[in-house]
Every structure is written in structure tokens, then in C-alpha cells.
């Protein structure tokens, strides 16, 4: 909060203020009561205001903290006392869940009484107008520092989620990027198991058929292949690059492929062979899709 000087002087706040002051005490402190009344009676209009004085004794600590609050509009001195008595009256309506809303409505309230109240009383209307302009100074430096309270709590509400946020991020990022070289050692793994299979598969066309020999080891070579441009792509992911599914796409059709050979040199059951060929016909057409987009959005 500025110091209270500073904030006079922000207002233009001087000494012919402080002189209409003392007249607006003389005008407006017998309207005291009233001023109570008026005010209550404006807030018991709106059923969500008055829902926060559920009873008679509530009602009448609400006048008599409005006859405190209007008197010391007109006459405590300007001090950083009087500030942090407003901060704390703007601090409590945010503990009783006010929202900041409110308390504006209620100080547009107050100022339109208050012209209304001095127009009536002073002596004419060029007295009128300078103490109404005083008026709303001192109106607006309590309505600032009420406010102060609202502001102070949705910067530490921010403050807070924005840092919350910000961890969480980090830590997912840093889960993230682990998972990926885990997957990268899977995908290694993987790689070598499929390096041995291929080589197994060499080594036993020539003890069985050779047809089907071929067939195998071509297969398990097609499918290592894929498994390298898989461990491409995930490591180009790593480094910042974009990662597509259409490698994933066509692993599965090599896959496929070599289930189709297998199968077709095995003479396995038409229904197994017409399951893997439709299967093999669906990723193709997803494949020509996916490569058809690719080639729009690099055209773009």
C-alpha cells in the first residue's frame, strides 16, 4: 500500500480540501442515522446481501459499523491509521466471501446519498459543487484501499497457481522425457531381439523348406527395418522433432505382409487368410491417407 501522502497527493488532496471537509462535517455527521438507514436499506434490496445478516442482531451491527465508517469518512484524521483501518474493513469482506463487486455498488450508493444530502444542505450550488468534488476524493481514496485488499488476494491466488503450474509442468516434462528414453531402451531391446530372430531364421532356411525359409527371414528383415525407422523417429522426437503415427502405421502393415506370406506358403485356413487380408487392405487404405494428408499439409 503507498504511503498515505503519496496517496493525498495522487487525489490532489490539499488544504482547501481539508477545509471543505470540516464543512461537510458540519453538514453531514447529524445525517448519521439516517445515512445508516439508507444504506442498510439498500443492501437488504439485494437477496444475496441480505442472506449475510440472517438475524436482528446482525442487522444492527451492520448499521452501527456503517455510523462508524461514515464518521470516520469526516473526521479521522488522514493518517496511515485511517488507511489500515479501511484495508482491514476491505479485508474483511473478502474473509466473508463479499465479492469485490459489491462493495463498489455500495460506494456508488453512498456517493449519490451524499450529493444528494449536500445539495440539499449547502448554503448554494458553488459551495455544493466544491464540497461534493472533495467528497468523492475522500470517497475514492476509501474505495482504493478497500479494493487494495481484493487486488493483494487475486495477485497471491495467481502468484500461487502460476507457481503450482509451473512445478507441475516441469515435473510432468521431466516424467515425460524419462518415459521416452525408457521407451528408446525398449524400442533398443526390441530391435536386438528382432536382429536375432532374422538371424534365426537365415540360419534355418537351409535345414527346412526354402520357400518358406525365405519367406521368413524376409519378413523378420522387414519388420527390423521398420524397427530402426521406429528408433529414427523416437529419437528425432527427443531432439525436438515431430513424431507421426504413420511409422507406427507401417509396422504394422509389414507385419501384416509377412503374416500374408507365411500364411499363404503354410496354406492356413481361407478364413484366417481372407481376416488377414482384409486387415492388410484396411491399413493400406489408412496408410494412403495418412501419406495423402502429409503431402497437403507440406504443400501448405
Given amino acids: 500500500m503507498e504511503p498515505v501522502e503519496k496517496m493525498l497527493d495522487h487525489y490532489r488532496y490539499g488544504p482547501a480540501d481539508e477545509a471543505s471537509r470540516k464543512r461537510l462535517r458540519a453538514l453531514l455527521l447529524p445525517e448519521t442515522d439516517r445515512f445508516a438507514e439508507a444504506l442498510f436499506g439498500y443492501m437488504a434490496s439485494d437477496p444475496y446481501i441480505l442472506s449475510f445478516f440472517p438475524t436482528e442482531e446482525a442487522v444492527r451491527r451492520r448499521k452501527a459499523i456503517s455510523r462508524t465508517w461514515f464518521q470516520a469518512l469526516l473526521t479521522e484524521p488522514l493518517d496511515e491509521d485511517h488507511l489500515k483501518r479501511l484495508h482491514r474493513a476491505g479485508k474483511t469482506h473478502l474473509d466473508i466471501g463479499l465479492p469485490g463487486h459489491y462493495v463498489s455498488a455500495a460506494m456508488s450508493f453512498v456517493r449519490g446519498y451524499c450529493h444528494e444530502r449536500v445539495a440539499a444542505l449547502a448554503a448554494d450550488p458553488d459551495e455544493a459543487r466544491a464540497l461534493t468534488a472533495t467528497l468523492d476524493k475522500l470517497l475514492d481514496l476509501n474505495l482504493d484501499v478497500m479494493t487494495e485488499a481484493y ?43 528382432i536382429a536375432a530372430l532374422f538371424v534365426s531364421d537365415v540360419i534355418q532356411v537351409p535345414t527346412g523348406r526354402l520357400d518358406v525359409g525365405v519367406v521368413k527371414a524376409l519378413g523378420s528383415l522387414l519388420i527390423l527395418w521398420m524397427m530402426i525407422e521406429l528408433l529414427h523417429a523416437e ?19 509389414v507385419a501384416f505382409i509377412r503374416k500374408l506370406f507365411v500364411a499363404a506358403l503354410e496354406k492356413s485356413d481361407p478364413v484366417d487368410f481372407g481376416l488377414i487380408l482384409a486387415s492388410l487392405l484396411v491399413l493400406g487404405a489408412l496408410f494412403f491417407l495418412m501419406a495423402r494428408t502429409d503431402r497437403q499439409e507440406g504443400a501448405d
Fill in 151 to 193: 487486488r493483494e488476494e487475486e495477485l497471491r491466488r495467481v502468484f500461487l497457481s502460476k507457481r503450482t503450474e509451473t512445478a507441475l509442468i516441469r515435473w510432468v516434462e521431466r516424467l515425460t522425457h524419462g518415459l521416452n528414453l525408457l521407451l528408446v531402451v525398449g524400442l533398443v531391446a526390441m530391435t536386438g531381439a
Fill in 235 to 253: 529419437v528425432r522426437y527427443l531432439r525436438g522433432g515431430r513424431f507421426t503415427l504413420r511409422v507406427f502405421l507401417e509396422l504394422a502393415l
